[in-house]
């Protein structure tokens, strides 16, 4: 069973993401969706990179309309999370059910363990509890500057075909970008997520004032060597597309 397929008309598209609302690569993902429907973005109003799937429950929110650029776009800036922001759009602020919900373009990875802490994804995963169809993509640059532009025709060929064929109910998909020039990039891999952990690391330093505070570092280790994963995918040259299951 499948989500709606887009109709004859210019599908809606709601646009979020967890870097904030200015952040270029959230820009970058609104210029190519206007080129596919009519577009409607709710992100939050600062970096939220790392919320998860927290959600506001002990203080108000705020959404207010905002023009950034001059686009086409209608824009809101939301006081709360990711997943803050899709409930925000579908249950306030939008007259209908989105066609698909785009989430991203992250600065760095949201692969393998990462799907769990990562906000861009839970954006969309909130929107696949709600029964729109979703997509999260990061591109592996975590650089504020990063160039977003070899990816632009990839990210827009792959929402064109979840809209044309329909992504499987209770499925939403994590697609990660390797930061390669567009002809650098071999193609489009659908991948399982690989089995990783974060090793954390805690930098204990003490502020002037004497109190002790930490800074959270840590290693990545990939404990999958198979060569269906979204790591090797990566590693690889591919552009990596995990289904995420809901269920």
Known sequence: ????KMTKERPLILV????????????????????IGDVVVVAPDSPQSGMGHAITVNNVLYCNPITIDDGPQIEYNCSGTPADCVKMAINEILNRRPDICISGINHGSNSSINVIYSGTMSAAVEAGIEGVPAIGFSLLDFNYHADFKQAEDYVRDITLTALE????EGIVLNVNIPKLKKDEIKGVKICRQANGVWREDFDKRRSPFGQEYYWLSGQFENHDKGEDTDIWALENGFISVVPVSLI
């Not at 069973?1 to 709606?4: D, I, Q």
């Not at 979020?16 to 609104?30: C, E, H, K, W, Y």
């Not at 064929?165 to 499987?168: D, E, H, K, L, N």
Request: hydrophobic share 30%.
């Open 16 to 35: 979020t993401n967890d870097d904030g609302i200015t952040a270029p690569g959230v820009r970058s993902l609104i210029r190519i969706m206007n080129k």
């Open 165 to 168: 064929q329909g992504i499987p």
């Open 1 to 4: 069973k499948l989500h709606h």
